[in-house]
């Protein structure tokens, strides 16, 4: 985030618009903003806080009044009045602004009172027009994240508390967010709760019922086979006891008395098979015509409800529909009426051909319709055609049974005149013949008796089998949960070390960039350290002996602005690490990262002159940007000697109150400028003014 | 910069992560790589929303 231009409108003290253009090059990167105490400083440094974040620093008074009281005093009864700030920036190469506005109206003689403002974001496109981006809020603090704000954006005078030892959490949640920790943190919290899930959906899915079904469809297919053994064996039986028939038939058809008859039951006999074939053919007929024609027979008035509805919607010119919405929607694409009418989006010519969208006809609606009325009008001939054919198909089979009546009537007449033959051979023959037939009857009936059971079991079969199947697929599931609730543990498990690997590291690097930065301000022979809990402590160290060091205000701001230097050198080095564009571990070490400027207001406020002299010559190189705001009184001789080399701009707030005698002026490179004005305004006023550099 | 501008030096810390990562099963290492995408597009939020039910469908789709 590099800061490029500040516009304040009628916030606070500044009256109208006023603009801060930032230095950000090299080595000109300090933006230097003069002005006396309580004259607009701290307003300035909350301007940006309030820009991004819609938050002013907790000694603020009177956050509810953003908007600059002289504006709000000239305003009449149930007028709104409104406070702005822009900030320009630049990051990751795209030029962005954001914009936040307090409104409020005023009523009668009540005091402002704002609560709440809006923020967009702003970002550049390729022409340099500014578009705005969704989401403004969780846009900026994915550039600059509000917990890591207070250590780019701060009050010299009270930088001083980092290094107190409440300062732990703050410090240790800046490094974590900075780091990508706080990532690492959050899925060590989340991962148990999603094994839990599943091992949740484990215990709802059993697995000894699958033991017991399998069991029982072992059982069931053995007894199919023992059936399928006893059907073999009747099937036997039977081929048998008719081979014993074949030979009683042929010593009968050699007998001369009996080879008429026998002769006849042959063709008998050919004529029922024959006959008994035709009928289970014409029973599979009807069968087949029942389930593929018989719902004709259930439906009614059906068609000539479809056909009646048909016949409205044609009277009243619904179908075909005079319009196609396909025709309409091609005039609205055109952009131009048939009668050569403009349609322009919003306008009425435009409103009224789009009403037709409404009206206008589908087409493939229209088709269906008329698809559908014709089949309507054949329902009632093909309901009359299988009432026909099932009549013929059922007189077939009648027919076929009277013909099976009569063969059977015709074998038992033969079967009595042969036994009532004279001839005894004949006689012992047909009645040998008849135990056969009575046996083979038999076997038949068990067979028929085998395969009805064979059909029951194999229906119980079928059904066994879907069960197992379900049983094994709730099987599969819990093996699955099992396993997915064992990856989000494992998972977690790897988080946990990574996190402990990174963060005793983390604090390791930022500890040795605290002291580096310490080094370069600072000459006493004191070390500071972040230690393991993430305390900022200063330690005297004699012949390597370390004591804890007894620490001045300036001694702690120093270590302050230590660890925000340090701080800014890692989150800078997250950037680039990122910039490279590493993908697979790397990612596990991206935090946020970033170019991150330093603002700091009343920078030397609490400082021994020692201390101002370091400070300043380490600000400068704290940051790749620094705004830096400070009083007359802070800016000494020895102050603006280390900071001018680096000053690319600079401002003065001048400050005009109605109070005589309180005239100042301020001197920078050789420019004399109006500090305070007197007398000047009814009411106090702050203006800022471009000063010379250089 | 005169100030700490070297190179954070993280060989010690990429060498344990990148052993804790051979270490673990591929499917644990896909859904780590998950898991930190779906955190890190919630880190904005205090009180991240769904992250449960997003984690959840990470490791289905991960685990099959």
């Known amino acids: ?694 | 910069m005169g100030v700490a501008a070297k190179e954070f030096d993280r060989s010690n810390a990429e060498e344990e992560i990148r052993a804790a990562m051979t270490a673990a099963s591929p499917e644990a290492r896909e859904l780590v790589k998950s898991v930190l995408s779906i955190e890190r597009d919630k880190l904005h939020m205090k009180l991240p929303r769904h992250v449960i039910e997003e984690i959840t469908e990470a490791v289905e789709d991960i685990v099959q």
């Open chain 1, 1 to 694: 985030m590099k800061l490029l231009t500040l516009e304040l409108r009628d916030f606070r003290q500044f009256r109208g618009t006023q603009t801060i253009h930032f230095a950000g090059g090299e080595p000109l990167n300090v933006t230097v903003i003069f002005g006396a105490n309580g004259t607009g400083k701290t307003t300035l440094l909350n301007s940006f806080t309030w820009a991004l974040y819609g938050e002013f620093t907790p000694d603020f008074e009177h956050p509810e009044r953003p908007i600059n009281q002289r504006v709000w005093d000239a305003a009449g009864d149930g007028e709104e009045v409104s406070a702005e700030v822009q900030l320009e920036f630049e990051h990751d190469d795209g030029r962005y602004m954001v914009k936040r506005i307090a409104r409020c109206r005023k009523e009668g003689t009540e005091p402002q009172e704002v609560r709440g403002s809006q923020v967009s974001l702003y970002l550049t496109d390729a022409s340099g027009r500014f578009r705005e981006l969704p989401g403004a809020a969780d846009a900026v603090d994915q550039i600059l994240p509000k917990r890591l704000h207070q250590f780019f954006f701060f009050n010299g005078e009270r930088i001083d508390r980092l290094a107190q030892q409440t300062a732990y959490e703050e410090i240790e949640a800046a490094t974590k967010t900075l780091l990508g920790l706080e990532v690492m943190e959050r899925a060590v919290k989340h991962l148990p709760k999603v094994a839990q899930n599943f091992e949740a959906q484990l215990k709802k899915v059993g697995s000894s019922e699958q033991q017991e079904v399998a069991a029982r469809l072992d059982d069931l297919r053995s007894n199919h086979e023992a059936l399928e053994d006893q059907r073999t064996q009747a099937k036997r039986n039977i081929a048998a006891l008719d081979s014993e028939r074949d030979v009683l038939d042929g010593r009968l058809r050699d007998l001369a008395d009996a080879r008429a008859l026998q002769e006849d039951r042959d063709r008998y006999e050919a004529e029922l098979g024959q006959t008994r074939k035709r009928i289970a053919d014409q029973r599979a007929a009807i069968d087949g015509l029942v389930s593929d024609k018989g719902f004709y027979a259930l439906l009614g008035s059906l068609g000539e409800q479809v056909q009646s509805t048909f016949g409205e919607l044609k009277s009243r010119g619904e179908l075909p529909t005079p319009i196609k919405r396909t025709f309409v929607a091609e005039l609205l694409e055109k952009g131009e009426c048939i009668c050569g009418t403009p349609l322009v989006e919003g306008e009425h010519a435009h409103h009224l051909v789009a009403e037709y969208m409404e009206r206008g006809g589908v087409a493939e609606v229209e088709q269906r319709w008329i698809q559908l009325n014709s089949e309507a009008q054949n329902l009632d001939r093909d309901r009359e055609d299988l009432r026909g054919e099932l009549e013929r198909a059922i007189g077939l089979l009648a027919d076929l049974r009277a013909q099976e009546t009569d063969l059977d009537e015709r074998l038992s007449a033969i079967a009595s005149k042969l036994q009532n033959l004279p001839s005894e051979e004949i006689r012992e023959l047909e009645k040998a013949r008849g135990k056969l037939e009575e046996k083979r009857s038999d076997w038949l009936r068990r067979d028929g008796g085998f395969e009805q059971e064979q059909d029951r079991l194999q229906s119980e079969i079928d059904a066994a089998k879907a069960e197992l199947d379900k049983a094994q697929a709730r099987s599969q599931e819990a093996a699955l949960a099992q396993r997915r609730a064992a990856v989000a543990s494992e998972a977690q498990t790897v988080f946990q070390r990574i996190y402990d690997v990174l963060q005793h590291e983390v604090r390791k690097e930022l500890d040795g960039r605290v002291k580096e930065t310490f080094r370069s301000i600072s000459f006493k022979p004191r070390e500071p350290e972040l230690n393991e809990d993430f305390e900022l402590r200063l330690w005297d160290v004699e012949n390597g002996i370390r004591t804890p060091a007894a620490k001045s205000t300036g001694e702690n701001q120093i270590l302050s602005l230590s660890f925000v230097g340090g701080l800014a050198s890692l989150a800078r080095d997250q950037a680039k690490a990122q910039d490279n564009g590493k993908g697979g571990l790397e990612a596990l070490l991206s935090g946020v990262g970033g170019i991150y400027p330093i603002v700091m207001d009343a920078a030397f406020g609490n400082l021994d002159l020692d201390y101002r002299e370091d400070v300043a010559r380490a600000l400068p190189r704290l940051a790749p940007q620094s705004i830096i705001l400070v009083s007359k009184g802070q800016a000494s001789g020895e102050v603006m000697r280390e900071l001018d080399p680096r000053i690319g701009r600079a401002y003065v707030i001048t400050y005009s109150t109605p109070k005589e005698g309180e005239d100042e002026q301020i001197s920078f490179n050789g420019h004399s400028y109006p500090y305070k004005r007197s007398g000047t305004v009814e009411n106090e006023m702050a203006e800022l003014t471009e000063m010379e550099v250089g």
